[in-house]
């Protein structure tokens, strides 16, 4: 297959974009929301250093990574180009991946336990010179392979409250809100409200965790209507990604 050239690229991207900032502003109306209340985080995992520069140029600087061992390259790169980008992690963090991810990351979005939330910290503690910023991952229907922390989860260190007071209660992580992935069983009209529900109790307590992130390429629309502020969209500005290997 031909390697689509720069322009062509650039174009398709610009394309993908409007159409996608096209349905979050149609969604913001029909929710009665400001669009500028919705952040996109363009999910760039499988895809290279360039698309994200093409992305920077049309004025997407939130980045989404899902696996350390791809998006930290493509941190440095961009990084010593001086390309402006603000990092969220979004996928599954392993633990021994902390002091990697705290070089880099700006949000981490998926916090679900507390030797997580304790690794985290004392990386940020080294490695970092302001406090890291993190969701804790909901699972809203309890099946904690799929990643988050649940209420009354069966394994302690991922019950959703002790993950909460865990980040809440440390010096070097800041608690910002809450992320969730809808349940492969639910409509994502059931989970996102549910959804809202969890952030709305938690944001009570915790007036500065404001953010809601929920929504992906598919399902955005459901996600804004439930109130997230931030819609991780990767096929849809992207395309298609190759299977991983």
């Not at 499988?46 to 061992?69: C, F, K, M, S, W």
């Not at 963090?93 to 880099?104: T, W």
């Not at 030797?115 to 406090?131: F, I, M, T, V, Y």
């Not at 009209?189 to 992906?216: N, T, Y």
């Amino acid at each position: 297959m031909t390697e689509p050239t720069d322009d062509a690229r650039r174009a398709e991207l610009a394309e993908r974009l409007t159409a996608v900032r096209g349905r979050i502003a149609a969604a913001c109306v029909a929710a009665g929301r400001d669009p500028g209340e919705v952040t996109l985080v363009a999910v760039t995992k499988t895809y290279p250093a360039g698309d994200i520069r093409r992305l920077v140029d049309l004025g997407v600087h939130d980045i989404g990574e899902n696996r350390d061992q791809e998006a930290a390259p493509k941190a440095a790169e961009l990084a010593a180009a001086g390309v402006l980008v603000r990092w969220h992690f979004v996928g599954q963090l392993q633990r021994n991946k902390a002091k990697s991810v705290v070089r880099y990351a700006d949000l981490v979005h998926s916090v679900d336990s507390v030797p997580l939330a304790g690794a985290l910290d004392r990386a940020a503690a080294q490695h970092r010179e302001r406090p890291l910023e993190v969701l804790v991952q909901v699972s809203l229907d309890g099946d904690l392979d799929r990643g988050g922390a649940a209420s009354g989860a069966p394994v302690p260190e991922r019950d959703l409250d002790r993950v909460i007071s865990a980040v809440a209660e440390s010096a070097t992580l800041r608690l910002r809100g809450v992320m969730t992935v809808a349940p492969l069983s639910w409509t994502p009209e059931v989970a996102f409200s549910r959804l809202a529900e969890v952030a709305h109790a938690v944001h009570r307590d915790h007036p500065a965790a404001d953010i809601v992130s929920a929504g992906m390429s598919a399902d955005l629309e459901a996600a804004i209507a439930a109130g997230a502020t931030h819609v991780r969209i990767g096929s849809a500005v992207l395309g298609k990604r190759a299977p991983l290997r």
